[in-house]
């Protein structure tokens, strides 16, 4: 029934005069967990004669979704534009104490009924689904997709007018989780090399701020003087600004503490002559997990920015089989090959780091300092404590 009223409001509204329409967009601060915290983007379309107010939302999915996970995982889970009253949008920002910004569009009646009816059409269910992209097909680049669909060449974006800060798509998603430091590892785990490159002040508007503050700069020119494309800027929600602190338990300590283990555990077993296998069975064998799943991104899903992650030079799944051999009480003579090609990788993996080719999470120092020193220490006394065979 819900449904069936949104329909027939949609099918009048681009019936309505032009003059009585009032279309904005907003922008909301992000939130405390993670799917929220990198903000979201909507278009509020006001008929001020009827007092009907609805919000167009690209950011929505449904979790009835078959096999909704691994859809997510392997970047084919399509997102879905709602459309809700803008009351019932605005109440769960209320709700979580979230600010909500305004920025009414000067379009003339023309653009106006255009980006209506464009809306409408989206709206549609054979197209109110799309294939989700984070960076470059979401809830905020649909929006901006749509203003240069209704607008063509009279819209002007003035990037020239930005100040010029180089960023890469790392740095900018950086700015959003540095204060959660586990998912920002679990992000900079999952995606790759690709992120390393410089965002454009377009591709930057893939983060909901970047792309309001895109529009205020933003003019029309062609159907009369040029004019800014936003006539007015407004707080609808006004909160405090959270402060955001590094959580007590957190990698950046927790791998140092690891590292200080395995250092000392390494210098026990010098003196003593023993090797100490379990906690390298232990930690290669999660090492090799690591990379299962981010070979598993890398070569079975369709994000893109999950290829070409040289994460695989530490976290290699092949870890996983050297585990299994090191159980053994005799060993391969490959063991002690594969030993000296992982203590290669690892270094190259600090190569590539040095060298900007892929920037990993800082707190994985200590695990590749573990990485390098077990390998190492492994090469050359594995052999004095296990009988090689050919």
């Not at 785990?189 to 503050?213: I, V």
């Not at 936003?230 to 690891?258: C, G, Q, R």
């Not at 006394?381 to 009988?387: S, V």
Request: net charge neutral; proline share 4%; aromatic share 16%.
């Amino acid at each position: 029934m819900f449904s069936l009223i949104f329909l027939l409001t949609l099918s009048t509204l681009s019936l309505v005069q032009a003059q009585d329409l009032r279309i904005s967009l907003l922008t909301c601060d992000p939130g405390e967990e993670l799917y929220s915290a990198f903000g979201h983007s909507a278009i509020r379309v006001l008929d001020r004669q009827s007092g009907r107010d609805m919000v167009f939302n690209y950011g929505t999915f449904n979790f009835d979704t078959p096999n909704f996970y691994g859809k997510f995982a392997t970047g084919r889970l399509d997102y879905i534009l709602a459309v809700s009253t803008f009351d019932r949008f605005l109440a769960e920002y209320q709700y979580h104490q979230r600010s909500v910004r305004e920025q009414v569009l000067d379009l003339n009646e023309d653009q106006k009924i255009q980006l209506v009816r464009f809306l409408e059409n989206n709206y549609k269910p054979e197209n109110r689904a799309y294939r989700y992209d984070f960076f470059y097909d979401n809830c905020a680049t649909r929006i901006r997709d749509a203003m240069e669909k209704v607008l063509g060449e009279q819209l002007i974006w003035k990037d020239e007018a930005q100040v010029p800060v180089e960023k890469t798509f790392r740095d900018l998603i950086d700015e959003q989780v540095f204060y959660m430091p586990w998912a920002d590892l679990g992000i900079d785990l999952a995606l790759g090399s690709r992120l390393e490159s410089d965002a454009s002040p377009r591709e930057e508007q893939f983060l909901p701020k970047y792309m309001e503050e895109a529009f205020a700069r933003a003019e029309i020119e062609g159907d009369g003087p040029t004019r800014p494309l936003v006539s007015e800027s407004k707080a609808i929600l006004d909160f405090a600004p959270k402060v955001n602190s590094m959580p007590t338990v957190n990698p950046y300590w927790i791998f140092w503490v690891i590292f200080i283990a395995f250092a000392v555990l390494t210098f026990v077993g010098f003196r003593k002559k023993k090797l100490f296998l379990g906690i390298d069975i232990t930690f290669f064998s999660l090492l090799g997990i690591v990379g299962l799943v981010m070979a598993f991104l890398w070569f079975g899903s369709e994000i893109r920015s999950t290829k070409w992650n040289w994460n695989l030079l530490w976290a290699f799944p092949g870890h996983l089989v050297l585990a299994i051999a090191l159980l053994k009480k005799q060993i391969r003579s490959w063991v002690t090959k594969y030993l000296l090609a992982a203590l290669i990788m690892a270094d190259a993996a600090v190569v590539f780091w040095i060298m900007g080719w892929q920037s990993f999470h800082p707190s994985l120092i200590p695990l590749l300092l573990i990485l390098i020193l077990r390998t190492n220490y492994l090469y050359y006394n594995l052999p004095k404590f296990r009988q090689v065979l050919p």
